[in-house]
Nanobody
């Protein structure tokens, strides 16, 4: 059974940095895209960044380009989201997701597996 477990969230001041981790288990992820989404109620869950497990190709939401970096460590089965220059509007619950496809999409319906989320709060 696929499990995605996020960690690394917390409280940080504006301008600061955090690194989120997503530990993936339960299968091999060759042919999968791994993504980060975020949700700040009452807003919908929005795409943040994604990476293909095998080639490491990445894509980002415009709102985080140049500030966030997604990466993966295949040996550790872990995906990371390095978040720099954080803003109060980045405050949200951040979710890790996985889907078996290799095209670039921001549509959450393509992602089959989800973690429980980790809270990120950025104070002004």
């Amino acid at each position: 059974q696929v499990q995605l477990v996020e960690s690394g969230g917390g409280l940080v001041q504006a301008g600061g940095s955090l690194r989120l981790s997503c530990a993936a288990s339960g299968r091999t992820f060759t042919g999968y895209a791994m993504a980060w989404f975020r949700q700040a109620p009452p807003k919908e869950r929005d795409f943040v960044a994604a990476i293909t497990w095998t080639s490491g190709r990445t894509w980002y939401a415009d709102s985080v380009k140049g500030r966030f970096t997604v990466s993966r460590d295949n040996a550790k089965n872990t995906v990371y989201l390095q978040m720099n220059s954080l803003k109060p509007e980045d405050t949200a619950v951040y979710y890790c997701a996985a889907g078996r496809f290799l095209f670039e999409t921001t549509d959450r319906s393509f992602y089959n597996y989800w973690g429980q989320g980790t809270q990120v709060t950025v104070s002004s």
